[in-house]
């Protein structure tokens, strides 16, 4: 690892300011899950990181009285993960904080950090391949080993987005709040993430010197309570991650939506993939597919049809096809399957 | 010589046989044995020392004035060095000793040995590369090596080395490098020619055949992983150079660096308190061992070098690849006629991709013929791991057996049976019998007859679960023998020490000698220290591999013990009035017991002193006695046998296999300790699991990396892969030492893969021909099952 300057800024204008002045050379800082890997295995380089744990006010999980969720960038993935409230009316959020790495790992990872983490492609992490993310002219995936690369939205880039988070939160219309050079930004989460089509050297919108500060998701309120059981109710929303090895693993693919039900019929759905493309996927053909059904069988295997079928595999990922439709019948059937609605939207 | 009667057999099926041996030998310990130490179920010794952190591994070694050194390693799969500029680096401050690795012969003198202690390998050698600057085989192969005062420090004067390397066409895949004008990794080419066992006529044996079944089976290179790496600690004082090793042979470890820098191995002295595992990898000195002692030398100070992960990955081994084309020829009733297997696979830039153990020695049959060849890619050699060969034709072999099993309609574990070779004395029958009772075999159905295995439906459940059986047999035929020595010492407050230089790889070693030590002079096993993993000892034992350490031993600690208690019995026999004869060791007291006859005069039966009062007489002296062990006994059985048997859940919506419950019946002869030969058994079928389920290596063929050298992305079962586990030993007595101990270190490796991808098979209808049996891999046999 390289030696590095580590400023601890008191205040998020002091930290953006840092490093919009260091530009690439800087790196903001959170739980250091991922960036102190990427320094280790020589990825990455920084002169300079910013300590954002610094900065006071940027953790913990509040409700606002009409039910909006806020989630500060430092909250740790343990934390978002046994929240109670979280876990009842966003159970796709809670369980995809829980889905992620080790208890280790969700101990000091943040919520902020899981979402702006780097692609976890083997070439994208080895030193010895100049691939196209880090200003090289190929992507490595194409004559190399590719079996938990993109299937969906893939070139000039095949990485995958890895983030567990993300999915889950924009099945449940999360947006996110940056703070930078330029103010405030609001955004949905989905705009945030971009594809290398679009920008190569990273995976979201973030320029020098903007932070995120917070995710906000809008209440529960507006959504279909369902009965969860003889006293729980909770919103009908899932995040299902399949990995290969179970004790610690990222995705092959993952499955996250929400979805309203109104006597019997789909009002409203999102369908997001993990795990398969180099941002969180969201299927718009999915969710077309479920709107207006009563979420059946032939409807979930509709919507899994329509997900992937654009799908283009590589040499060796194949196998995420039929996997990602399977995983997305298994959660559009369980969701179906959670109760009769409880409440009218 | 002696002609001794011995009861041999197991539970239920004992006979008694005569053997030979020493009139040394204490009585060996058969059947009829009662022994009150050996076999009980004791944690180890250096259990709490180990998990408290109190025990001082390699990497723990802090000497005053100690140095890190790093090493620089090749970023290409084959290259030439043009030149090495180390002046910046030699120039940094902290740094202290630059070393350069450019001439072709620096690293030559190093032996590397197979478990059996037999050279092996082709790293480097004089045929292989041209005169001149150094060629490098492999990314990873070491360049230049620093010492600095900080591992940080030498980390930066690593990135200050300037190399120019000229960069060969290497080749990294296996099939190409079999390709007539692939690149060369030697300049003999990069196919060894086959080596051919056989026995009986596999053409007749085929014509004999009623059915034959025959497919072609990959496994992949698989990597250690012990979870400390490899790495040394060295320190000269003058000539003399004290090393601190993480490896599973102290005498062989000192041996090639004494050869490599042309010293007495007087000289050298070699110490491996406590090891983070080895699994076959860490024999000999290798380079690390070797560029720690350089760099010592040229820093005349300490120097500790512990390789990283990635390295560890690169450069210090992996089990061999293999593609297996098995075909096997049976009867109607099937009675097995032929097997014939051809075999390729790479070790990279060694040899040992040979996998034919099982198929020539695991079932009866006559006419077997095998067919073995390595091929040769530029990536890191592999070295022994954990079973040699086995768990990869173990695999091949029980998939075809299963498979022929299915088409003749016979159950696989009946077919088994019915090719039982009964030589020599074992329990294998036994333990087919009370393996497949515990995993409730009577349920396995062949494919597509429906299952009585069906999960019990879960809420939201598709219905696409399925269960299936499989099972596999473990062999395994090494054994120790001498040369092994080792030294019981009484002092006269009572307290004992037993001394073998050997090291304790991690299976308990060091409390399987104080059982044994202890059972002999009637103590508790805690009353004895244990003093190993030192050369400095002088009580040679063989390395820990192959599963001989404690066959090698034992029986010597043994002796030694037995040769301490006569001393004192001797010591204090006059004071109690009887023949040291007359005397017994029990419960720690030393207690007269009636002579032979009756007869027993005044001062006779049942008075005792303690141990310690006895001690007490030796007056401020010490006993010492030393044995060697005596080979091992003519006519007796060295292989260990097992069964073990697999219940898997197969998703067929996603791929995703389940192992639910393994059951392994096994046998280590004699058992020392029963927690700790269970916890063997549990170790090797974690192992074999994970071998079955997740491990491969990955080389990008283009640029011959290998893309998977950490923890994230070479998969290793963790906890939530890890099945319920049943561990059963069934005692086998065929002593052919005094102990009749057998090892047990690699048998529950080797069909752990086989018993898996057999029950995967059997509950999908679709024969596992691939290891690891990843969910794309499933998912494929799946849909090729239902278009056929």
Known sequence: ?345 | MASRTIRIGHDGSLTTVEVDVPDTEPAIWDADAKLSVVGTSVPRLDGAAKVTGKARYTYDINLPGMLHGRILRCPHPHARIVSIDTAKAARLTGVKAVLTFEKPDVFAAIGETDEAGNPIGEKGGAEGKPAGMRQLLYAGEEVAAVAALTPEIAGDALELIAVRYEVLPHVADLEEARRPGSPKVFPDGNVRPASVRERGDIAAGFRDASVTVEGTFTTPVALHNALETHGAVARWEGAKLAVWASTQGVFGFREDLAKFFGIPVANVRVVSEYLGGGFGAKFGAGTTGVVAAMLAKKAQAPVKLMLDRREENLATGNRPSSVQALRIGAKRDGTLTAIHLRSYGTAGIATGAGVGGPAARIYACQNVKVEEEDVHINAGPAAPFRAPGFPQGSFALESALDELADRLGIDPLDLRRRNYNDRPVKALLAQYDVAAKEIGWERRRPPGEGSALAPAAKPGARGTVRRGLGMGTAMWPMYGGPPADAKVTINSDGSVECTCGTQDIGTGTRTAMAMVTAEVLGLPHEKIQVFLGDTKSGMYSPASGGSVTLTSILPAIRSAAEGAREKLLKTVAPSLGAKPENLEMRDGRVVVRAAAGGGQAAGGKGRSITFAQAAERLKSTVISSQASRVKNYEGRGIEMFGAQFAEVEVDTATGKVRVLKIVAAHDCGRTINRLTAESQINGGVIMGLSYALLEQRFIDAPTGIVMNTNMEDYKIAGTLEIPEIVPILVEVYDPANNVGVKGLGEPPVVPTAAAIANAVSNAIGARVRDLPITPDRVLALLAAAKEA
């Not at chain 1, 953790?59 to 989630?71: M, N």
Request: charged letters at 20%; a positive charge; aromatic letters at 6%.
């Open chain 1, 1 to 345: 690892m390289n030696r590095f300057a580590f400023h601890e800024p008191d205040s998020l204008a002091k930290a953006s300011e840092i490093l919009a002045r260091e530009g690439a050379k800087a790196r903001l800082l959170a739980g250091g899950v991922d960036l102190l890997g990427e320094m280790k295995d020589g990825v990455v380089a920084p002169a300079a990181l910013v300590n954002l744990k610094s900065v006071p006010g940027l953790d913990g999980v509040r409700f606002e009285a009409d039910g909006t969720l806020r989630i500060g960038a430092l909250t740790t993935l343990a934390t978002l993960a046994a929240h109670t409230r979280v876990r009842r009316e966003f159970p796709a959020i809670a369980q995809a904080a829980e889905s992620v790495g080790s208890p280790e790992i969700r101990n000091v990872g943040t919520v902020g950090g899981n979402l702006c983490q780097r692609p976890r492609c083997w070439y994208y992490r080895s030193a010895l391949h100049p691939c196209i993310k880090k200003g090289g002219d190929t992507c490595f995936t194409l004559n190399g080993e590719s079996r938990y690369n993109a299937i969906l939205g893939g070139g000039p880039s095949y990485i995958v987005h890895p983030s567990d988070l993300a999915p889950a939160l924009i099945a449940c219309e999360a947006r996110v709040v940056v703070m930078g050079p330029d103010g405030r930004k609001d955004l949905p989460l989905e705009q945030f993430y971009v594809l290398p089509s679009v920008r190569v050297d990273h995976e979201t919108i973030l320029k020098a010197g903007e932070i995120v500060t917070e995710v906000v998701v809008p209440g529960s309120a507006s959504m279909v309570v369902y009965a969860a059981g003889p006293d729980a109710t909770g919103s009908r929303s899932a995040y299902l991650k399949f990995k290969e090895k179970d004790s610690m693993d990222f995705a092959l693919a993952s499955v996250a939506a929400s979805v309203k039900m109104r006597g019997g019929s789909c009002t409203a759905a999102r369908v997001v993939l993990g795990g398969v493309a180099p941002v969180p996927w969201r299927s718009k053909e999915a969710e077309a597919a479920i709107l207006g059904s009563s979420l059946d069988a032939p409807a979930a295997a509709k919507a899994a049809a329509a997900a992937l079928a654009g799908a283009v595999p590589l040499t060796h990922n194949g196998y995420k096809v039929p996997l990602t439709k399977s995983l997305i019948v298994t959660v559009l059937l369980g969701l179906a399957a959670q109760g009769p609605d409880l409440v009218p939207a």
